[in-house]
């Protein structure tokens, strides 16, 4: 059996750890994950306390973490499918892979879609895995036409 519940602050290492490994599991070219941990460690104090970031874990009954999910929240000018602008991200999406397909994470992502509802948010997004895509497709998520650039690059958008 098992519980899902609101993530506290006692909790970010927990957190931190679970999104280390969900990166992990899909980027191939980065190592500094101690820094990322650092850095994210501090960046969920602060979103926890001001609910910017809302984190739910998945625990069993003696009480071990074993699965998370997240929301944050951002806002963008209207939309002809978002008048209001305001839109829920899920992230951290994460099982241990013992706990895998038992519904752990269909919970979870529940659990945070049911949250972004009561906060008035009409509109989720998320970045899906492959892993991940059966879920997010059965929830109702389809995929769009987003494109990113990182900033930080040596890009000049010059093909």
């Known amino acids: 059996m098992y519980t899902i519940r609101r993530a506290q602050p006692t909790d970010i290492p927990v957190l ?9 599991s899909f980027v191939d070219d980065f190592s500094d994950y101690d820094e990322m941990s650092k850095v994210t460690a501090t960046y969920l104090e602060k979103k926890l306390e001001k609910n910017e970031f809302v984190a739910w874990v998945g625990e069993t009954d003696e009480g071990v973490i074993i699965a998370c999910s997240a929301i944050s929240f951002y806002e963008l ?6 008048l209001d602008g305001k839109y829920a991200y899920v992230s951290s ?7 895998r397909g038992k519904g752990l994470g269909g919970k979870l992502l529940q659990a945070a879609l049911d949250y972004a509802r009561e906060m008035d948010i009409t509109v989720a997004t998320l970045h899906a895995t492959e892993s991940g895509e059966l879920l997010y497709r059965f929830f109702g998520f389809q995929k769009t036409s987003e494109m990113e650039l990182l900033l930080s690059s040596n890009n000049d958008g010059v093909a």
């Not at 931190?16 to 992990?24: C, G, I, L, P």
């Not at 000018?77 to 978002?82: I, Y």
């Open 16 to 24: 931190v750890k679970f999104r280390e490994r969900m990166f992990q």
């Open 77 to 82: 000018p209207p939309k002809p499918w978002n």
């Open 93 to 99: 999406m994460f099982t241990e892979p013992d706990y």
